[in-house]
């Protein structure tokens, strides 16, 4: 079973940049499409990007299209989150998650079973 710990939030200004990184031991994290989503207080957890397993094709929340960027790293097991002029409204918990389909995380139902702790992401005004 892969396991995914993330890293990387913290505190940030608005218009401020943060990375965040999920990374697994497993040996199979290639085989996974792996996805990152966002839960703030209150509201129901939501999708924020996906990218395939060999990282060809990548998929984002039109929220925040064309301020963040998915991408992988298969030799270090590792996805990141690139976020780039965050805005309070990003502030929450960022969890990744890992399916072998990529449609399953692009969907964000109950078949994506395979999730991360979490880290929080707090962006002020």
């Known amino acids: 079973q892969v396991q995914l710990v993330e890293s990387g939030g913290g505190l940030v200004q608005a218009g401020g940049s943060l990375r965040l990184s999920c990374t697994t031991s497993g040996r199979t994290f290639s085989s996974y499409a792996m996805g990152w989503f966002r839960q703030a207080p209150g509201k129901e957890r939501e999708f924020v990007a996906a990218i395939t397993r060999g990282g060809g094709s990548t998929y984002y929340a039109d929220s925040v299209k064309g301020r963040f960027t998915i991408s992988r790293d298969n030799a270090k097991n590792t996805v990141y989150l690139q976020m780039n002029s965050l805005k309070p409204e990003d502030t929450a918990v960022y969890y990744c998650?890992?399916?072998?389909?990529?449609?399953?995380?692009?969907?964000?139902?109950?078949?994506?079973?395979?999730w991360g702790q979490g880290t929080l992401v707090t962006v002020s005004s």
């Open positions: 998650a890992a399916d072998l389909d990529v449609v399953v995380v692009l969907r964000n139902n109950k078949y994506l079973a395979i």
